[in-house]
């Protein structure tokens, strides 16, 4: 090497650090960060054996891992606009302050049937439906799902119809078009480059260090269902304030576990075998929507970044809360 390249390569190193280092997120007028997400390709579902899987979760009824044919065929898409999307998920106080500044009144509040919650006396085992938690009831909402969350906690009891009320409302306030992320831009996202099951890797052990999802603190509350929790603790048996664990390579938190989050699309088991590459925007119509990433409550197999799972968009619950994604200008 001659001491002319030497020197550029040095030069290079000391720069390189600079350079690489992730852009500073932008911040909305209700204080939530967005981290920019760049165009690019990927390759979305899974196609995992059974038997694979059946190695990683050997506590799991097999007919768990049949159950998930709607991840494949695994399947290129083009992501071809950049974006900006939520570096955690929408917050307690960041909801708070929309219906402030709005006066919107969300669903379960409006219908008055409340919400889920819970409550160390309920049993679900005396119920038909054999719910983790008890309701619907007037007393749960947003505002209290039956466990104690401070403002930086990811909301919960929010619909899809909530979700989109509020991306609705940025989007006329501040003039910059917010939404749902599609499916495929909230997999791309959480994948950030990685084919694996989490971006952590394919081991559920990996999750511990980047999502709150089922693990030994919250199967305290949960005996019966501790084989399949996480061998590990985060001292967070309920959620964990936004954005406590480390993010992925686009500087996302918790796009794994904490709360699930709403996607825009409508679900479809056979989607994946006539989806477009370019930009998929989901089935034309349908009668439920996909919610993405798993929960504080939520076993790790379904905490994969493939794992697709639906609810009707009046679906309020103490697991699932919103991710909004805004548009590149
Ligand atoms: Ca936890
Ligand atoms: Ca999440």
Redesign the pocket.
């Known amino acids: 090497m001659s001491k002319c390249s030497a020197l550029l390569s040095l030069t290079f190193m000391i720069w390189l650090p600079a350079l690489a280092a992730a852009p500073a997120p932008l911040v909305n007028s209700l204080g939530m960060p967005f981290v920019p997400i760049p165009a690019g390709e990927f390759m979305m579902g899974s196609d995992e054996s059974p038997a694979a899987l059946a190695q990683a979760w050997p506590a799991y009824d097999l007919k768990r891992f049949t159950d998930i044919g709607d991840e494949a065929p695994v399947h290129r898409v083009r992501i071809t606009r950049p974006f900006y999307l939520g570096q955690t998920e929408v917050t307690v106080g960041q909801f708070r302050r929309f219906l402030e500044a709005s006066g919107y009144i969300p669903e379960s509040v409006a219908d008055g049937t409340g919400a889920y919650g819970y409550n160390p006396a309920y049993d679900p085992a005396t119920t038909t439906r054999g719910d983790a938690f008890e309701g619907r009831d007037s007393k749960y909402s947003w505002r209290n799902p039956g466990f104690a969350q401070d403002d930086s906690h990811p909301v919960v009891n929010v619909t899809w119809n909530d979700a989109v009320a509020m991306a609705d409302w940025l989007s006329r306030s501040e003039g910059h078009v917010y939404r749902l992320p599609t499916e495929a831009e909230w997999e791309y996202a959480a994948r950030a480059g990685t084919r694996t099951r989490y971006h952590s890797g394919d081991a559920p052990a990996s999750l511990l260090n980047v999502a ?2 089922f ?1 030994a ?2 199967a305290q509350n949960w005996k019966k269902w501790a084989d399949y929790a996480l061998d590990g ?5 309920f959620t ?1 304030p936004a954005g406590s664990y480390a993010p992925n390579a686009f500087g996302l938190h918790d796009m794994h576990g904490n709360a699930w989050e709403w996607t825009a699309d409508w679900h479809d088991d056979g989607y994946y075998a006539i989806s477009p590459v370019d930009d998929p925007t989901g089935p034309a119509t349908g009668s439920v929507r996909v919610r993405r990433g798993g929960s ?1 409550h939520t076993w790790s197999f379904y905490a994969r970044a493939s794992f697709r799972n639906w609810n009707t968009p009046d679906t309020r619950y103490t697991l699932v809360g919103m991710r909004l994604l805004r548009e590149a200008d």
């Open positions: 709150n999802v693990d603190d919250a603790r985060d001292g967070h048996a964990a504080w």
